[in-house]
């Protein structure tokens, strides 16, 4: 019921404000639907949104529990959503804000959710991890195409390929990109393509649409086949700013059919300049290296030593004929040297001669057995001595003996 009041007997504001809060909670619950603006995440149990009319310009704070909002899934602003809500007053501030009960996300933000939760369990199996991931063949021969029958993804993939690299074989699977049956029917022509030994790579192209009409690629089976394929696979879905769960899988993500011819075969013309301009810089290289070896073996040739080889011996020459001259010197001055002291030797031989003794006249006695008689005592008389003489000898026959006292 309604407070009474007169400027004489107001009421009290918190009474007021208390009549008011107890009046917003008997509204009880109801199901909106609304855009989320604004998402306020904090580590504690209460979260905080910001819920806006898709047509009115109205919006409104809503709290809901940490369990409440991580059950919807992957919930990113502007998403839509159904909400069960509450009003609630906080008697403190008058602020009115909703409690939300239960959320959900509905149209294309529910099915943004299945998708990202299908992405966090073939994540955590390991599929994306990039080690899996292997590199294109250089220059493949034969190239696998799975796309949508006479479809403008399979003009640009074949046009694109042909324009780069004529010599390349394109082997076409066609298969439908949408509806029910889509996801089945790409997985049979991936696997026929992926037993044909002689394919190389695979391309998977489609051309771009609504995010409904691309979920055949994020089908969970679609994205294991491809996980498991033998050959490496290109995967070129939409445009750029698609981007459905098989791209994550993929070997490579192209952003167009287009980018993927680019991407799978070189260009033939970049390719023959490039290798034009790699034999002119290896003419080049190869002509300065020539040159430098020429400088180098001119200037080994121009050397004296090779200019003339014998001209190395010429000091050597002339040193040997020093050492020789010294040599013939020292053995010069040797033999004089030996020659003065042979000369001294001979003539002090010569002064101890016996001959020169005898010259001077004396004699040299013998008997007859040729010892040398010295003495008297060495003799006796009657026996023959022989006398040595400068000029001859004597024999002699001893008469008598006489000491030298008794002369």
Request: a neutral charge.
């Amino acid at each position: 019921m309604a407070l009474g009041s007169s400027p004489d007997q107001p009421q009290p504001l918190g009474r007021v404000i208390m009549a008011t809060k107890d009046w917003v909670g008997r509204l009880g619950e109801i199901w909106v639907d609304a855009q989320v603006v604004e998402i306020k995440r904090r580590n504690a149990p209460t979260q905080f949104l910001t819920f806006r009319d898709r047509v009115a310009d109205m919006s409104a704070q809503v709290t809901v529990s940490a369990m409440v909002l991580d059950a919807a899934g992957p919930l990113p602003e502007g998403s839509r959503v159904t909400a069960r809500i509450r009003p609630r007053m906080w008697e403190r501030n008058s602020s009115l804000t909703f409690e939300c009960l239960e959320l959900q996300v509905a149209g294309e933000g529910r099915l943004l959710a299945q998708l990202e939760q299908l992405k966090r369990k073939l994540q955590a199996e390991g599929l994306f991890d990039p080690a899996r991931k292997r590199r294109l063949p250089v220059l493949p021969r034969v190239i696998g195409l799975v796309t949508g029958k006479n479809s403008d993804a399979e003009r640009d993939v074949v046009t694109t390929i042909a324009g780069r690299w004529p010599a390349a074989q394109i082997r076409t699977r066609h298969a439908l990109v949408q509806g029910p049956n889509s996801a089945e029917s790409v997985m049979t022509a991936l696997a026929a393509l992926d037993g044909d030994p002689e394919v190389e790579v695979i391309i998977l192209a489609r051309g771009g649409g609504a995010l409904e009409d691309l979920l055949s690629f994020s089908d969970e089976g679609l994205v294991r086949a491809v996980a498991a394929a033998r050959t490496p696979v290109v995967t070129a879905i939409g445009h750029e700013r698609d981007s459905p769960i098989v791209d994550l899988v993929a070997d490579l993500r192209a952003s167009t059919p287009t980018d993927a011819g680019k991407r799978v075969v070189p260009d033939h013309a970049a390719e023959s300049a490039a290798l034009a301009d790699a034999r002119t810089r290896l003419r080049r290289a190869v002509g300065v290296r020539i040159a430098e070896a020429q400088r180098h073996l001119d200037q080994l040739r121009s050397r004296p030593v090779l200019v003339d080889p014998t001209s190395a011996f010429a000091a050597h020459f002339d040193r040997l004929s020093l050492l020789r001259h010294r040599l013939d010197a020292a053995i010069e001055r040797r033999l004089r040297d030996e020659e003065s002291h042979v000369r001294s030797a001979v003539s002090s031989i010569r002064a101890l001669s016996p001959k020169r003794t005898l010259e001077r006249g004396y004699a040299v006695l013998v008997d007859d057995a040729h010892r040398s008689v010295c003495g008297v005592a060495d003799t006796a008389p009657g026996a023959r001595i022989h006398a040595y003489l400068a000029d001859g000898s004597l024999d002699l026959d001893v008469v008598a003996t006489t000491p030298e006292g008794d002369q």
